[in-house]
């Protein structure tokens, strides 16, 4: 970093409010911005509300804004300040709905308690989208001028289908780089698996269960599937590693089949997930999968099955460590905590691979309190989250 860049950064660092970010959070969290999962957005689903809250935000920092529907109702939000185009620019990215809240007791009032602010979606991750506001209002009150443009994006459905990240992996805005603040506990995650899912469909020969010789029983040749499978795992660890990400995996997720106890079932289905690496194409699965399925034919003349089109369809995320949005961020995170920091690989699977910006995840909050009943973040670690996106800010775009 340059050592005007450098006192800039300790400058800004220093002015960091804890006050202001816990402001937008709180507001954040009041917003229920639900995913409607399968449905379509509706009442009590304010995803909308809060993009437009968002947008709104941007707006009032000086930013240029804009959006765009990822589908009716379910805009993408975004906000650029602009550098002189002398650096590459550099994303902040974060999804603006939160998974469902049944069983939450008041998950839309947001409390603060022992360092912490519960709430559905703290942690996941409005937090994350708070530290960005953060920044662009440190740079603005310190009128930093960019060499670089700084885009802060806000995308729809990230629970879900993630259409908010495709949307703006076709139209755009791009970046060079881009930090997505999911809740990694402010690890470096420069890498993740992908999520790939189908069905698998058996089918039988109807019959009243009196005479089940006569019927085909798809929920046998079912079980038959499942044990063909049930050694996949193996298989899979046994291939080449990735250095991040360790090995793919595979479960059998979902079974359903027949209609009533007193009749052979006709069908029956099975949807499976598997993690994949970088290295793995959506195809090789199906072509495992076939390689242990065709030798049951065999033994059964009558058996068929089918493959479905894919369930989940999220690629692996892999972006080098030595990047500089990474090597940044991994810099920001020894020099804030004293500790040895390694660029580590992220659980889940995010946005990431649809944004067509190579990312990396670090985020404050913990996947263990995302999706939870109980859902919290850490104010200590906002904070630190700020100063990490203000250090990359100022290392990659000053
Ligand atoms: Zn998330």
Same mark, same amino acid.
């Given at each position: ?115 912490? =602010?519960?709430?559905? %979606? ?8 708070? !530290?960005? #506001? /953060?920044?662009? &209002?440190? *740079? ?113 997720? =979902?079974?359903?089949? %027949? ?8 069908? !029956?289905? #099975? /949807?499976?997930? &598997?993690? *994949? ?122």
């Amino acid at each position: 970093m340059n050592p005007q860049a450098l006192n800039q950064y300790h400058d800004m660092s220093e002015r960091v409010s804890v006050e202001s970010i816990m402001r937008w959070l709180k507001e954040m969290i009041a917003i229920p911005s639900e995913n409607p999962m399968a449905g379509q957005a509706r009442p009590g689903h304010r995803e909308k509300e809060f993009g437009e809250y968002y947008f709104e935000q941007m707006h009032q920092l000086g930013m240029t804004v804009g959006s765009r529907e990822a589908a009716p109702g379910r805009p993408n939000v975004f906000g650029t300040r602009t550098g002189k185009g002398e650096r590459p620019s550099l994303m902040l990215c974060g999804h603006l709905d939160t998974v469902p809240t049944e069983g939450y007791e008041e998950p839309f009032v947001p409390h603060e308690k022992d360092g912490r =602010v519960y709430g559905r %979606g703290s942690c996941d991750m409005k937090a994350g989208l708070a !530290c960005y #506001l /953060e920044v662009v &209002r440190l *740079l603005r009150d310190a009128d930093v001028g960019l060499s670089g443009s700084l885009i802060l994006c806000g995308v729809a459905d990230e629970e879900w289908q993630m259409i908010g990240s495709r949307e703006i992996g076709r139209n755009g805005p791009f970046a060079d780089q881009c930090i997505i603040g999911e809740p990694s506990d402010l690890a470096v995650c420069p890498a993740h698996k992908g999520q790939f899912g189908l069905f698998i469909r058996t089918f039988g020969k109807a019959v009243h269960s009196s005479i089940p010789e006569q019927g085909e029983n798809a929920i046998e040749r079912m079980a038959r599937v499942v044990n063909a499978l049930s050694d996949y795992n193996e298989e899979l660890a046994s291939r080449e590693p990735h250095p991040l990400c360790g090995h793919g995996t595979y479960i059998p997720g =979902v079974i359903r089949g %027949g209609d009533l106890a007193s009749a052979v079932p006709d069908f !029956c289905e #099975l /949807e499976i997930d &598997r993690r *994949l690496l970088p290295s793995d194409a959506a195809e090789d699965v199906c072509k495992d999968i076939t390689r242990r399925l065709e030798p049951l034919k065999q033994a059964d003349p009558g058996f068929r099955y089918e493959l479905s089109e894919p369930s989940w369809d999220i690629p692996a995320n892999d972006l080098p460590v030595g990047s500089p949005v990474v090597q940044s961020l991994l810099n920001a995170s020894r020099e804030l905590t004293g500790q040895p920091e390694a660029a580590r690989s992220f659980p889940g699977a995010t946005d990431a691979p649809h944004l067509k910006t190579p990312a990396v995840v670090c985020g404050p909050g913990s996947l263990a309190q995302a999706h939870s009943l109980n859902e919290f973040v850490e104010v200590e670690q906002c904070v630190r989250a700020t100063r990490m996106y203000l250090r990359a800010v100022c290392d990659l775009l000053i």
